[in-house]
């Protein structure tokens, strides 16, 4: 599993990288402004396929897909953590399955 400090910077490597139209359109700008665009390119690329941009992400690291559920999982964890809910609680409000590991 790629480590979580990764995550964001592989995923938009890899949506860049399938993305030779972008690439070509912003070849000419600086690298903070092409950074800037890609990044825009993506969370509009997560949003039009109904994702959050953490959600797109995930999807282009995972190396399988027992892989995207286990960082799924790891976010949702910390989201519930972070919200000071309990884990049965954040799973039924969310829709996911408790006994997850």
Known sequence: MIAREARQDLALQRFAEASP????????????????????AFEDAAQEQGLEPWELTLQL???SADDLRAMRLEVHREVAEALGMEWAEYCRCNELDESAP
């Open 21 to 40: 139209q972008l690439l070509e359109e912003i070849r000419e700008l600086d690298a903070h402004e092409q950074a800037q665009q890609i990044q825009w």
């Open 61 to 63: 690291v995972a190396e």
